[in-house]
């Protein structure tokens, strides 16, 4: 998919103005370009931070300089991309940056792809397709908890819990194999009760694995949080109070707020985004029509509603409406207005479990509906080890295959049936850091990265 014996460079800072920007090459001859652009190139030593001007050639004699640098040159084996490393660190404009790359090319360098320098990483065995997926994660990264994951990802814990389950199946395997090949003998290498008894362990640690993912999930992806319900019920109240700004408009004229409000919150280190909608009523004019109509969409499409009820005012039609509405969804039921006399008791509802009392006014509240929704995430203490839905899906798919073998062997299948499922199950481990994987899954994965990394 890409070519690895060339030459690549690349902006790796963000694109904007900085205090100073990164210019990398990578490959066999990072350290002749880089000698080609400086002035004082020959004097690189391995890990060493040498000042250098970026000179370019003038139309007449001589030379111009172009920026004022600090080049590195990290030798291969022991830089990012286990090649010969160059990074050219200098101010921070992107015409400067976008000059120097462009030397660089001149001097036989090639623009490099989207996540490139980790494509050639993972090819040298740097790092695995885990540990490359969690760059892009900690790049993405957008709350210290899925800062946190991507580091512990980065760091090897799931290619190492991958890796025990995988030498134990493979173990299992082998003595399988084994017993296959002396068939006329009936010996088994291992006996039914002890294939069962190991199997079952693997198929256990995975199940261990996969009880953080629910948790994982929404550390990485976070939640869609759509605020429902009549109009002045103090959606919007709630909404700004959550946040802890004043972002959307409260008045105490019904239908004020139209369209979809959207801001994003960490809340217990789950990044939510919270969608404020217009009141569920009958609409006013074509404007209020065209904001309920979205607010119904939204209610569809969110990971989970909260349903804003006054505590003030009796329930009404368009209240049970919506409850019904959303009964079999993931919802939180929030009774608001609890400063002010109250005029029925959530207590005497059916759906009485699932309220939380807040008032918008004096915060009161707040903290338990925050916990309720991210269900049970104020708790946590170690980051969960899965966190990636193509992770996931391996080992589930892993998990089944054992069970699978598992099935066969107490209705007496030989140990080439059983073979069958548990190389399944081991290939599905392998493809989840990249021992094993096809060229669609690598690109799909590498394409998700910024120039540069
Ligand atoms: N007393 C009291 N008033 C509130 C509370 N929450 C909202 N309000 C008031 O109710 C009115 C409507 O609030 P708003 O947030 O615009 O409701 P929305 O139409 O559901 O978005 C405003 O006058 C708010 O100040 C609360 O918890 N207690
Ligand atoms: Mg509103």
């Known amino acids: 998919m890409f070519s690895t014996d060339d030459t690549i460079v690349a902006i790796a800072t963000p694109a904007g ?56 040159w990290f030798a291969r084996p022991h830089s990012y991309t286990r090649e010969d490393v160059v990074e050219i660190s200098g101010h921070g404009s992107p015409v400067l940056l976008e000059r120097i790359v462009e030397l660089a090319i001149r001097a036989g360098a090639r623009l490099a792809e989207p996540g490139e320098f980790t494509f050639r990483a993972y090819l040298n065995g740097r ?29 090897g814990t799931i290619t190492e819990a991958i890796g025990q389950v995988h030498a134990a199946l493979f173990a299992l395997i082998a003595k399988c194999e084994a017993s296959l090949d002396f068939p006329d003998e009936g010996f088994h290498f291992i006996q039914p009760a002890d294939l069962r008894a190991a199997m079952a362990e693997v198929e256990g640690t995975l199940e261990n694995l996969l009880d953080t993912a629910d948790q994982g999930r929404l550390i990485r992806e976070g939640r869609d949080v759509v605020l429902t319900g009549r109009p002045n019920t103090g959606k919007s109240s709630l909404f700004n109070a959550l946040l802890g700004c004043g972002r959307a ?7 004020t707020t139209r369209d979809l409000l959207t801001e994003r919150v960490d809340l217990h280190g789950v990044p939510v985004t919270l969608v404020d909608t217009a009141g569920l009523r009958v609409p006013e004019d074509s404007i209020e029509r065209e904001g309920v ?19 003030s005012a009796a329930l009404t039609d368009v209240d049970r409406q919506l409850l019904a509405h959303t009964a079999s969804s993931p919802r939180v039921i929030v009774v608001n207005k609890t400063d ?49 839905l193509r992770h996931i899906a391996l080992i589930e798919a892993a998990r089944d295959g054992l069970a699978r073998a598992r099935a066969a062997l107490d209705q007496g299948a030989t140990e080439e049936l059983l073979l069958v499922d548990l190389n399944d199950a081991r290939h599905r481990l392998e493809e989840v850091t990249g021992h094993r994987g096809a060229e669609d899954v690598l690109r799909h994965i590498f394409s998700r990265f910024c120039i540069g990394k």
């Open 17 to 72: 103005r900085g205090g100073l920007g990164v210019v990398r090459l990578s490959g066999p001859a990072a350290v002749g370009i880089a000698g080609a652009l400086c002035d004082r190139a020959s004097t690189l030593e391995p890990r060493h931070a040498t000042l250098a001007r970026i000179v370019e050639p003038t139309e007449h004699v001589g030379t111009r300089a172009v920026d004022e640098v600090v080049v590195t």
């Open 127 to 155: 790092l695995d397709l885990v540990q490359a997926e969690a760059v892009a994660d900690l790049v993405d990264a957008v709350t210290p908890a899925q800062a946190r994951a991507a580091m512990d990802q980065l760091d």
């Open 249 to 255: 408009i409260v008045t105490d004229v019904p239908g």
């Open 293 to 311: 109509s979205r607010a119904r969409g939204a209610q569809v499409a969110a990971g989970m509603t909260l349903v804003v009820l006054d505590g």
């Open 340 to 388: 002010c006399a109250r005029a029925w008791d959530p207590a005497d509802e059916p759906w009485a479990a699932e309220v939380v009392l807040t008032s918008a006014v004096t915060g009161d509240g707040l903290d338990r509906l925050r916990e309720r929704i991210v269900g049970g995430m104020s708790d946590w203490r170690d980051t969960p080890a899965l966190t990636n």
